[in-house]
């Protein structure tokens, strides 16, 4: 795998595990989700580095194989470009069903052959 992609990957699972970080020692309930602007736009943040990073390793490399790639591009620009649009449901959605599922996809990548992120600095 090109480095540049596992660069990328490895910024997806570290958004990821930002978003997770975010309700560390709390449950994650929508209501308090809702009030909670901080957490709102930290987490639309992430969704977009995630969004750009996969849109990345797509123009790298157009037969990558990523599980609803272009649906994950598509959320990113929604946020960027509709973001007076952004449904908290869909956002919350993301991050209750989504993420897992595709922190998982990312790991496993990444575990498939070793790599030392420390080379690219």
Do not use: C
């Not at 987490?43 to 123009?59: K, M, Q, S, W, Y």
């Amino acid at each position: 795998m090109d480095n540049e992609i596992k660069t990328w990957l490895y910024d997806i699972l570290q958004s990821i595990n930002e978003i997770d970080s975010y309700f560390d020692n709390k449950p994650r309930i929508f209501g308090e989700y809702l009030t909670d602007i901080k957490t709102k736009r930290a987490i639309e943040r992430d969704l977009e580095i995630i969004g750009e990073a996969v849109n990345r390793i797509l123009r790298k490399d157009k037969n990558f194989k990523l599980n609803n790639a272009e649906k994950i591009i598509g959320t990113r620009n929604r946020i960027i470009h509709g973001y007076d649009n952004i449904s908290d449901d869909l956002i919350w959605s993301i991050v209750i069903n989504n993420l897992p599922k595709l922190k998982d996809e990312v790991t496993g990548l990444l575990n498939d052959k070793p790599f030392n992120k420390d080379l690219l600095l």
